[in-house]
């Protein structure tokens, strides 16, 4: 049977899961539950919507960012994306960095990938190199044509203005 927020989930413009959201703070659990689970569409659906319900370094969520860097791999582009963006708004721990960096650089390589997940995994690498200089030579080294040029030219610009 389904919850009153998956169904919220699955017949509610955005707006509309929000203002759920955030009306009804008990059932942000439920939502973080069902972004770290792989019950489709609802995992994919609340992580789109939370990320619009968080502020930078949300303590609800900072307590999953493990959980949420190690299912990276074994998501589909749609809730890959969301995690991305999610963990874009968080501070991630020097330890975890390297896991997510990797992460990060292996699916910015698979050019079959939606560009749209491609883009925030480019992003979350920028992200930590901030942090870390030296990680730049290696952003600069996967930037060449064979994963650039299955870019649209405005993701392309979006890319290089990030460098």
Known sequence: MQSRLEFI?????????????KSNPRDFDEAIKLVLS?????????AWALWSCIHKNDQRIQKHVEKIIDI?????????????????????DESLEG????????????????????????????KIAKKHPDL?????LITDSR?????????KRSLIKMM
């Open 9 to 21: 989930l699955t017949n509610s413009h955005k707006a509309e899961m929000i203002a759920y959201l």
């Open 38 to 46: 792989d019950k489709q569409p609802y995992s994919w659906r609340a």
């Open 72 to 92: 990276l791999p074994i998501r589909r582009d749609n809730q890959l994306r969301e995690l991305l963006i999610i963990l874009q708004q968080m501070e991630i």
């Open 99 to 126: 896991k997510l960096f990797d992460i990060c650089v292996t699916i910015w390589k698979r050019i079959e990938k939606q560009s749209s997940v491609r883009y925030h995994a480019f992003k979350t690498m920028i």
């Open 136 to 140: 730049t030579k290696e952003i600069q």
């Open 147 to 155: 994963y650039m040029n299955t870019l649209s030219d405005g993701i």
